[in-house]
């Protein structure tokens, strides 16, 4: 078993992705569990939330069991969930993170399966982005990757949001986001460290678009024709 580690520095913050060159960041370290077994955890929770509904009463005056809350684990979107754990280390001033699995992705190829791999990033740092490998055609992948956030003093943790995006690996085109989540690490426990499954959430900043078309072009001079191939759609809405 190799193990995979990918090193930043937070005093850096304005730097692209880690690395060697830069004298204050460690050497990049990766680890993946080849045998994608299911990492053993100490602790894990599932949270929930949602609106109950309000209407006890119908039209005609007869009392009516309200609507069951929409649980955080019951997905409308059906974007799956993902497993993660997060600690922080007090002696090195560092924040690790070991992204585990995700369990019912969505399917967003056209031959009913996923190639996802996860984007991490330390809000409000947009500028470094780190992120785990691709696993093929895969709806339920594992990853078992580590990341570690090195010179991140305890205070300065605690106004940072930890942000995950699921996305599809796309070969001719953008990649594709299943979903995302935010967990401001000031509701985390960071000196036990936990491990926690979240539902992933739509992924904002993709709803006022109307789509994607991949098309394949080609002109044949000899007989003055233009050939058009849709190949595909993506995010139709």
């Keep these: ?134 696993k093929r055609k895969n709806l339920n992948p594992h990853w078992n990757e580590s990341f570690a956030f090195e010179g991140f003093p305890f205070q300065k943790i605690q106004n940072r949001i930890l942000y995950m995006q699921v996305l599809d690996y796309d070969r001719f085109s953008r990649d594709d986001p299943i979903g995302e989540i935010a967990l401001p690490l000031a509701d985390v426990n960071l000196a036990e460290g936990k491990t926690m499954w979240k539902n992933l959430q739509p992924c904002k900043g993709h709803s006022g678009r109307l789509g994607e078309l991949l098309l394949s072009l080609c002109y044949q001079p000899a007989q003055g024709s233009l050939t058009i191939i849709v190949i595909k759609a993506n995010r139709i809405s």
């Design 1 to 134: 078993m190799e193990y995979f580690t990918n090193f930043f520095r937070g005093d850096e913050e304005d730097r692209k992705t880690p690395s060697p060159s830069h004298t204050k960041t460690s050497t990049p370290k990766n680890t993946k569990n080849r045998n994608n077994e299911t990492p053993q955890h100490e602790q894990q929770t599932s949270e929930s939330a949602g609106p109950i509904s309000n209407n006890f009463f119908s039209d005609n005056g007869a009392f009516e069991m309200p609507e069951p809350p929409v649980l955080e684990a019951e997905v409308v979107d059906n974007l799956g969930k993902i497993q993660f754990r997060v600690s922080y280390d007090f002696h090195d001033h560092t924040l690790n993170l070991k992204v585990m699995r995700a369990t019912g992705l969505p399917a967003k190829d056209f031959t009913g399966t996923s190639d996802p791999y996860v984007k991490v990033l330390l809000l409000p740092d947009k500028k470094t982005k780190l992120q785990t490998n691709i």
